[in-house]
């Protein structure tokens, strides 16, 4: 490699005039009429040039390796039928022939699996984008063409670009897809997921049925079998029956005739069921210190639809004043508590006497609507003592304790139970811990007899029950068996967590699931590591019973972690659907995708990287036909083709080289100057030899 630099002696703009100079004096001799004025102007060029310092610049070359870059695919999808095989084959066999080209090098790329699916494309581009595009021969990826980041492939590419599809032409596969699913819902309101099943490859006939049997289970409950088309997307109904998480698990029988996997024939779809609003009717039976609280209590939650009615005239007051002369509302018996009742989520009977108000047949259509599933909560005062007691009434078949007919008017500190360590309503109430609470004293209590399932979670006087919480069927009763509690909020003695434990007690009766006594819960920690947390009312539980998605079973020993708290740290060995149980509780935990992504869609297809395999000239050859032989070619030539029995690719070797050494060659001063004195000397002789000058213009000429 041989170039002309220059270093000059003067500014450049210096060696500009001086050559300015030599021209005008050319052409003033030019015009004179001097015979040597060519002669003249060379020489002052070449003083002009000698000043440029003119160099000659000599390098010597070094070539470089072409490179290959060999793309191998190592993605959940190639551990599908004899992928792996063949991608192990290809894989050595091109790195053998490789090896075997002069003055080639080999850049092995493997992708392997990721959160988002195989992003063979971005490795892709960045491999040959970390390679000079001079020394790039050609690109072969070993890949089932299954990629989900196609955005990022080059439109093209300075060398070939192969693929070596694995897979065969046999391949099927049948899927469940998901088109359509709900974040949240409402409770007992109708939600909809929209889906299909189709069929992918080449499907055998006795696989070509017109129906599946589609199965659907929520929360792990027994399961539902729908038939349902083939490739025709439906819509499926569901209700949500509580709040919180609602998994629904969707899946199908794997069909006859061998499809390829049956990782992507279920799903697993979490709805987080919500309330519309919750429904409280609030009945006072008079007015006293107490009764805001549960006023403001409900109120507070914006989520809570609050009817409140205080029964401030009792049907046995005689005050002499005629009823059309009282301005108060009608207490409407009939639509709250016969015709409306199953509309509310709750009843709270707070102080209430039974006075005549209601008769006897609306008490019972109260238990009946308790016992279908409904709740309600008493919070008693004196009257709970005597011959008004809600327990005298037909309502008290379904109220947790029954009446001594004692009320104790003295200080007392409400303390939790062993129960109530236990029991998530009373929990880990702030203050609580201990045996002597840092609690305000309440001042009055009722005694009760409570009943032998019921739950006593607060003993007051003499370890007397004053918090009691009972299931009836269906339904839940809470029973407060003083009406002190307001005592807490108005912050005597120091005060308590009133606001807390009442809305504990109202949201248990309204069935919560963070407040169930008997619950198993799941907290995801990262990608697959989970927290196991078993609350029980019992001293021990577990082991957990884990049916993982491939319906092999393990056993995570639960350890105690608190009064009635159980908990396992655990590490799931791939994503998928993961199926819980311990006694009779049960539970369906869905960890990423039922299906991963690498799952949705297996039969091996090239689509994808086919225009980029055609704008650089490559081929995309099935490995199912054996593996292609490896040539060069020059660029711009087909670089794939078909020869014998065998499909073959090639590579372009680029020659490309480096310098590796640089000599400069600089003219000598002294033959600048014979240059410009031979010049200059040239054109004196010139004129001389041309008669001694010339005759001026314009002169008259000898006689």
Known sequence: MTQLRFDPLLPWWAIAVLAALALLVAGFALWRGLRGWAWRGLAGMAAALALAGPA???????????????????????????????????????????????????????????????????????????????????????????????AMLPATAPAPVHVLLTGRPQDWDRRLVIEEAPAFGLIDQEVTIRLRIEDQGAVPPEARTGSVNLRLSLDGEDEQVVAVPLGQSLTLPLVLDHAGQNVVQIGFDAPEGGELTDRNNAAAISI??????????????????????WRNLLKSDAAVDLIHFTILRPPDKSDGVPVNELSLIAFPTQELFM????????????????????????????????EGGGAILVSAGPEMAGVESLYLSPLGRILPARPTGQVL????????????????????????????????????????????????AMTGVDDQPLLILDRVDEGR?????????????????????????????????????????????????????????????????????????????????????????????????EPGLYRLADGELRRVLALGPAAPREFEQTVADAAALTPLVQATGGGVVALSDGIPDLRTVAPGRTAHGRAGLGDWIAVTPREAASVTGL?????????????????????WLREGRMGGGRTPKGGAGAA
């Open 272 to 293: 987080n069921g919500v309330r519309d609003r919750l429904r409280v009717l609030l009945v006072s039976g008079e007015p006293h210190a107490g009764e805001r609280t």
């Open 409 to 456: 008017e003295q200080p007392y500190l409400p303390r939790l139970t062993e129960d109530g360590r236990r029991h998530p309503v009373t929990a880990g109430l702030p203050g609580g811990e201990g045996e002597d609470p840092t609690w305000g004293r309440w001042l009055r209590m009722a005694t009760v007899t409570p009943d032998p399932g019921a739950q006593v």
């Open 663 to 683: 000599e400069r060659r600089p003219l000598p001063g002294w033959a600048w100057l014979l240059l410009v004195a031979g010049l200059i000397l040239t054109g």
């Open 56 to 150: 000659l610049e000599i390098g010597s070359r070094s070539g470089l390796s072409d490179i290959v870059i060999l793309i191998d695919d190592r993605s959940a999808s190639q551990t599908l039928p004899e992928r792996t095989a063949q991608a192990e084959a290809a894989v050595d066999a091109m790195t053998r022939q490789i090896a075997a080209l002069p003055n080639t090098e080999l850049r092995r790329v493997t992708v392997g699996d990721n959160d988002d699916g195989t992003l063979l494309a971005t490795e892709m581009a960045r491999a040959i984008a970390a390679e000079p595009e001079t020394r790039l021969a050609g690109v072969i990826a070993v890949t089932d063409g299954r990629l989900h980041d196609p």
């Open 477 to 573: 009763v809470a029973l407060l068996t003083s009406d002190q509690v307001w005592l807490w909020g108005r912050g005597f003695e120091g005060g308590g967590p009133q606001l807390e434990l009442l809305r504990r007690i109202a949201h248990w009766s309204m069935k919560e699931p963070e407040l169930e006594e008997e619950a198993l819960l799941a907290d995801v920690a990262g990608d697959l590591g989970v927290r196991f947390t078993r609350r029980t009312m019992s001293d021990d539980a577990g082991p957990l019973v884990v049916t993982r998605p491939d319906g092999g079973t393990e056993e995570v020993p639960l350890t105690p972690a608190g009064p009635g708290r159980f908990t396992a740290d655990w590490t799931a060995p």
């Open 339 to 370: 015709e409306r009742i199953e509309d509310f989520d709750l009843i709270i009977f707070d102080r209430y006497s039974v006075r005549g108000i209601l008769p006897p047949d609306y008490y019972g259509n109260i238990a009946r609507y308790v």
